[in-house]
Nanobody
Framework: QVQLVESGGGLVQPGGSLRLSCAASGSIFTMNVMGWYRQAPGKQRRLVATISTSGITNYADSVKGRFTISRDNAINTVHLQMNSLVPEDTAVYYC????????WGQGTQVTVSS
């Protein structure tokens, strides 16, 4: 059974920073992709960033230059460093693991507001 546990969400002022983390546990294929998606109220869940086991990254255009995704393969953990946050970044952020099957975390709320 694979589990994803997210942490690091919260309330931040515009221009501020937050760091999200997601730890995966269980039986996980060595080669996989981990990533972050977000869902704002009334909108569809959308890609934020992904990173493969080999370190290949992919970002949504809206976060390029502001967000950085990284991972520690030894402990199956992925991080999302979010800088220069704007109100439009407000959403529930979900961790995703693609490793044969598709797994999602429970989500963590990020609110950007003054």
């Amino acid at each position: 059974q694979v589990q994803l546990v997210e942490s690091g969400g919260g309330l931040v002022q515009p221009g501020g920073s937050l760091r999200l983390s997601c730890a995966a546990s269980g039986s996980i294929f060595t080669m996989n992709v981990m990533g972050w998606y977000r869902q704002a109220p009334g909108k569809q869940r959308r890609l934020v960033a992904t990173i493969s086991t080999s370190g290949i990254t992919n970002y949504a255009d809206s976060v390029k230059g502001r967000f950085t995704i990284s991972r520690d393969n030894a402990i199956n953990t992925v991080h999302l460093q979010m800088n220069s946050l704007v109100p439009e970044d407000t959403a529930v952020y979900y961790c995703r693991l693609i490793a044969g099957a598709n797994y999602w975390g429970q989500g963590t709320q990020v609110t950007v507001s003054s």
